[in-house]
């Protein structure tokens, strides 16, 4: 295309069109080449030969970013793409900012279906499933300038005061001490002056810890609000981790786990364990919560911790817990879980060339269930009893209870309601 100031847009036929070897062009890093070029931009109008210029904006961006995916899977094909590109397509997961859900989204399924008409890919759709990502969030500052604009600060730079649940009171610029405005919490941007430097958070913290916090702080699908409180979270977490498997491989090597010589809390701890490692496979891979994975993740701990049985079995059902942690947060905190890993006795194979962990179907069995007991709808105790317990059991053993025989005090028992599994509801007057 030509651009005349007399003529407008003057279209050039394909054969009359300038030929550019890449010895011809100068890539600087910015900007378009031909463009940085007068002896190129620079022609005669073929319409009425006076001065004009050639079109530079020749390939738009999205031209570009509408293909890569098929391009990536296939490096080094001499055309578009080339036969890998039925291996690896469609895209099984596409993850990206709700910002692509109109334009790059729709470009991206127009220029894969162009693909399909022209025989260089088998499928209709680039991806299967999407996932729009929430925004990442944060405080912002700002002081009004004599012209009537602001000057954003980094909270980074900024000295706040909180009150006693943690809400925003006050806050000074560090550098000279004189308060700056409060503003909203917004998505981190560069206008904003409001993102915080990833690098200083792994010098600070470590990687693993920050990729941690990052998928503990919200759903993936939903805004995260930064907040270094937070990381200093996952950090403990970490290291009470760390602290925790350490005192157990100091005690020497496990034994293997025989399940069928477990007793008591020995068989509580390891059915969750695998109720853990049910929850945490399901969060993964069809929800995408990666914060209730962590949650449950940390229950087990917490119960790792409180598990006072330093017995032979014991120790085994220990020794699976921190090996199975190990293998769960491997996806998010690599470094931590290689280091437990070998820690724990295994360095004949990396933790990343083991499959996924399996529940033991066996174990999630309960010989016992813990029902609540209301007394006119109010809790009153709590009754652990054998699965297959009787009803009239049940009911006995709930009116035996000694916190329930407390508030019987001149009352009498009109009806007892058993929701099997659940609860024993006492009515009473």
């Given at each position: 295309m030509i651009l005349c100031p007399r003529c407008g847009d003057v279209p050039v036929p394909e054969d009359q069109l300038p030929v550019l070897l890449p010895e011809d062009v100068e890539f600087m890093g910015t900007g378009s080449p031909i463009k940085a070029d007068p002896a190129w931009r620079r022609t005669t109008c073929p319409c009425c030969g006076g001065p004009a210029e050639r079109e530079t904006d020749t390939f738009d961006t999205f031209m570009e970013s509408s293909w890569y995916y098929a391009r990536y899977t296939c490096p080094g094909a001499t055309d578009i793409v080339d036969a890998r590109a039925n291996y690896w397509l469609p895209v099984d997961q596409y993850i990206g900012g709700i910002e692509h859900a109109i334009l790059h989204l729709m470009y991206f399924r127009f220029f894969h279906k162009l693909l399909r008409d022209c025989g260089l890919v088998e499928s209709a759709e680039p991806a299967t499933r999407l996932l729009c990502q929430g925004m990442v969030i944060a405080e912002t500052y700002f002081r009004e300038s004599e012209t009537g604009g602001r000057e954003w600060f980094n909270p980074a730079d900024v000295e706040v005061e909180r009150d006693e649940r943690g809400q925003i009171i006050g806050a000074r610029l560090r550098s000279d001490g004189q308060p700056v405005v409060i503003g909203a919490v917004e998505k981190m941007s560069k206008?904003?002056?409001?993102?915080?430097?990833?690098?200083?958070?792994?010098?600070?913290?470590?990687?693993?810890?920050?990729?941690?916090?990052?998928?503990?702080?919200?759903?993936?699908?939903?805004?995260?609000?930064?907040?270094?409180?937070?990381?200093?979270?996952?950090?403990?977490f970490l290291r009470r981790l760390w602290n925790l498997a350490r005192r157990h491989v100091e005690q020497g090597p496990a034994p293997q786990v025989l399940p069928e010589s477990l007793v008591g809390g020995q068989r509580d701890l390891r059915r969750k364990l695998h109720e853990t490692i049910a929850k945490v496979s399901d969060d993964f891979g069809r929800r995408y919560a990666f914060n209730t994975a962590i949650a449950a993740v940390m229950e087990l701990l917490n119960a790792i911790a409180r598990f006072d049985d330093d017995s032979g079995p014991a120790r085994a059902v220990r020794q699976e817990c921190f090996e199975a942690i190990a293998r769960l947060l491997n996806p998010i905190a690599p470094h931590v879980c290689h280091a437990l890993w070998q820690a724990l006795?295994?360095?004949?194979?990396?933790?990343?060339?083991?499959?996924?962990?399996?529940?033991?179907?066996?174990?999630?069995?309960?010989?016992?269930?813990?029902?609540?007991?209301?007394l006119n709808g109010k809790l009153r105790a709590t009754l652990a009893v054998p699965v297959d317990a009787a009803r009239e059991e049940i009911e006995r053993l709930a009116l035996a209870e000694p916190n329930v025989q407390r508030f019987m005090t001149e009352l009498t028992v009109r009806k007892v309601i058993v929701v099997p599994g659940k609860i024993v509801n006492i009515v009473a007057g």
């Open positions: 206008s904003k002056n409001n993102g915080v430097d990833p690098q200083a958070m792994v010098d600070k913290y470590g990687a693993d810890t920050v990729r941690l916090f990052s998928l503990f702080a919200a759903p993936p699908e939903q805004s995260l609000e930064w907040n270094e409180a937070g990381v200093e979270g996952m950090s403990r006795g295994h360095t004949e194979v990396l933790i990343e060339d083991l499959p996924w962990p399996t529940v033991d179907a066996a174990a999630l069995v309960r010989d016992e269930v813990t029902l609540a007991v209301q």
